[in-house]
Structure formats: C-alpha cells, structure tokens
C-alpha cells in the first residue's frame, strides 16, 4: 500500500507541536470556503495547516494535509477564541483514509477533556479544508468522504 503522510518539514515531532495549547484559530478564506487554518498558541506563533492533493489514480485524486509553523497571520485570516479546554491539554489523531490502494493522511481531531472538538480535514472541493468545532468562523462541513470512513490514530 502507498503512504501519504502529512507533510511537515521542521525537526521538532508534528505531533508535539500540535499538542500545545492553543488560545485562538484563524481561518483564511477563497471565496466562501476554508483554505488554511492557523492554530495559535499564547508566545505568538502558530501552525497553519492546509491541503494539497494527490493522484492515486485516473480521476482519483485525495488530500493531504500540509502543516507550516508561522509567526504572523495573514491580512485575510478571520480570528475566533478557542474554548477554554484547548488551553490546558487535548489529545491529538490523525483521520487517515484508505484509497485505491494508498492510505493518507487527510485529516486532525483535537478532542479536549471537556468533550469539545476540533476537525479539520481535506474538503470535497480540491484544495480547501473542512472545519468543525469553530461555529463562529464557518458552519459549513463538506469533508472529502464521510468521517466514518476515515481510520482516527492517536498522535498523542
């Protein structure tokens, strides 16, 4: 089977720097739908997260999320609080899903003790994200397949 992982460059673990704290999210914006996502944590910097697709086959294309640390937002991005519970401690997944023969990583749950969630996974429309958990930024949830297709891995 073929393996799409997340792509991360830097030296630190991904699954660390997605396990701290965050007290705000941002969310940038192409036309109506989410197309980067930016977890911030209180010292400023933040992990933008965003998706590129990949060929598995003729007419078979999934996303895979791509992860970036930041130390600044964009002009664009559209800010809301994070729920208490984020800031002190939540467990990580990753949502994988398998196709024509590739598994990819496509997906994050943030679960925090409280029972709050956050998703963010690859869109049905090429290159945007699906979010949930945000209401204040975006109520729209058109993930690429349905969450229940999707292998959840803990990262933590």
């Given at each position: 089977m073929r393996e799409f992982p997340f792509v991360w460059t830097e030296l630190k673990p991904l699954s660390a720097e997605l396990g701290i704290p965050i007290d705000s999210?941002?969310?940038?914006?192409?036309?109506c739908w989410p197309q980067c996502v930016t977890l911030w944590r209180s010292d400023g910097t933040g992990i933008r997260i965003?998706?590129?697709?990949?060929?598995l086959a003729?007419?078979?294309?999934?996303?895979?999320?791509?992860?970036?640390?930041?130390?600044?937002?964009?002009?664009?991005?559209?800010f809301a609080r994070m729920a208490p519970a984020f800031g002190t401690g939540f467990t990580v997944s990753k949502l994988v899903i398998d196709e024509s023969g590739?598994?990819?990583?496509?997906?994050?749950?943030?679960?925090?003790?409280?029972?709050?969630?956050?998703?963010?996974?690859?869109?049905?429309?090429?290159?945007?994200?699906?979010?949930?958990?945000v209401p204040s930024i975006t109520e729209i949830f058109?993930?690429?397949y349905p969450l229940d297709r999707y292998t959840r891995v803990s990262m933590s």
């Open positions: 999210i941002s969310v940038e914006f192409l036309q965003h998706s590129e697709m990949v060929d003729e007419r078979i294309e999934v996303g895979v999320l791509h992860f970036d640390r930041v130390v600044s937002p964009s002009a664009d991005e559209v590739a598994s990819v990583e496509s997906g994050i749950v943030l679960a925090a003790g409280s029972g709050d969630q956050i998703v963010v996974v690859a869109n049905a429309f090429c290159c945007n994200l699906a979010i949930r958990g058109e993930p690429e």
